[in-house]
Structure formats: C-alpha cells, structure tokens
C-alpha cells in the first residue's frame, strides 16, 4: 500500500539553527501538506501546496517557515531560525485529484533545545 | 466558521461497549467529514468518512451518523476493543478543491478489558 514518508523521525536541535524536514508524498497525488501537533494537542494545518505553489497557510507559518518541492517526489518543510515553541510533531500529508483522503506520515518529532 | 467542536476530551469505556464521540462544525459549505484514528507517535490515519448526501455510514464497529440541519457528525465504535484505545479526531473540509482538513480537538478514548 502507497504511503506516506517522513525523515528523519526525530530531531533535536538548537534555538537559531535551521532545520529541513522531509517527505516522500504518495508518488500520484496533487496536493501537499504540513500539520503540526504540540504534544497532547489537536492537529494544526501550517500550508497546502499545489501546482508548486503554496495555495494557503495559517498564521503560525510565518517568514521563518518555507516549502519546496525541488525534484517532484520530495516536500520539504524548512524552518529558518528554531524557536523553543517550534517543538513539536510535524506531519507531511498528500491527497489525490479530488483531494478528498489525506493519506499521512508518520510525523518527525522535532525537538529545539 | 471554520472550528470544528469535538467532545468528549477523553472517554473510558468497557470491553464490548459503544464508544460514542461527537463533533460539530459551523461552515454549512463543508463537505467531507472524515475521522482519524491516531496511535502515541504515528500519524493520523482515516477510519472513515462520510459526504452529506447519507445520514449514515458504517463499516465493520465504525458507524458515522451525521446529521445536516443540525451541523453535527458523531462517531460510534460498537463492541469497543482494547486495541481501539486511541486519540480520535473529527475533520471537516471542502472537497474538489485546495482546502485543508480542519481538524477537531481529539477525543482520548480508553478500551478496558
């Protein structure tokens, strides 16, 4: 069964430094998503992307945060300078031509020490 | 218009029993009502979903009644097992286009033997 995939599944970094998370979409779907999920929370939306274009984003998504799909397989979600309460699970999710089903990661747990 | 109101937080039920948790949207443009069934560090992954057209959907323990006049889905997991424990989450969105998954606040659910 086609899934989702997410990398790394963990990682710690420092306040300030840039990370880079990545994700494998299902390989015919259309449209890309970043969730994220603070421990203990509900799942939070931070941008779509489709027609490599970003077609929305929340305000949590702000200057420090950006998505590419530089090859055509590959999202990837980076976050410029690290704060303490970028600490979460971030999520990739995909969706075919009727976007309809959100198929999803199995998360990178992002921790900034 | 764009929450999504879930409850209960959190529920503990018996072997056997019926699990019930409701949600209830606001956006009466909605069209797709999933639910997500969610693992400690997995992604959230479909259990079911259900379009306006029906008033219900059941598949095997997993029957979604949804109601239109009322802006209220619910979900019910009859003879509820201990591996349904699991944090569920309610969604709503807009199908046929680039619209997000606006998500509930989860509902923590406990299956004792």
């Known amino acids: 069964e086609p899934e989702v995939t997410q990398t790394p599944s963990h990682q710690v970094t420092q306040m300030g430094q840039e990370v880079i998370l990545r994700c494998v979409p299902i390989?015919?779907?259309?449209?890309f998503y970043w969730y994220r999920q603070i421990l203990g929370q509900k799942v939070e939306f931070l941008v779509s992307?489709?027609?490599?274009?970003?077609?929305?984003k929340s305000e949590i998504f702000d200057d420090q945060f950006s998505v590419e799909r530089p090859d055509g397989s590959n999202f990837t979600l980076k976050i410029r300078s690290t704060k303490l309460e970028d600490s979460a699970m971030y999520f990739c999710?995909?969706?075919?031509?009727?976007?309809?089903?959100?198929?999803f990661g199995q998360g990178t747990r992002l921790t900034v020490v | 218009q764009q929450q999504v109101k879930q409850s209960p937080q959190s529920l503990i039920v018996q072997k056997g029993g019926i699990s019930i948790i409701n949600c209830a949207y606001e956006?009466?443009?909605?069209?797709?009502f999933p639910w997500y069934q969610q693992f400690p560090g997995k992604g959230p992954a479909l259990l079911i979903a259900?379009?306006?057209?029906?008033s219900e959907k059941k598949e095997g323990r997993f029957t979604i009644s949804f109601n239109k006049s009322a802006k209220q889905f619910s979900l019910h997991i009859m003879d509820s097992q201990p591996g349904d424990s699991a944090t569920y989450f309610c969604a709503t969105k807009r199908i046929f286009n680039t619209d997000k998954l606006i998500f509930g606040t989860g509902t923590r659910l406990q299956v004792f033997p």
């Open positions: 390989s015919n779907h259309l449209y």
């Open positions: 999710a995909s969706s075919g031509a009727l976007n309809t089903e959100a198929f």
């Open positions: 992307f489709y027609n490599n274009e970003i077609s929305e």
């Open positions: 956006n009466t443009a909605f069209d797709y």
């Open positions: 259900i379009r306006p057209d029906v």
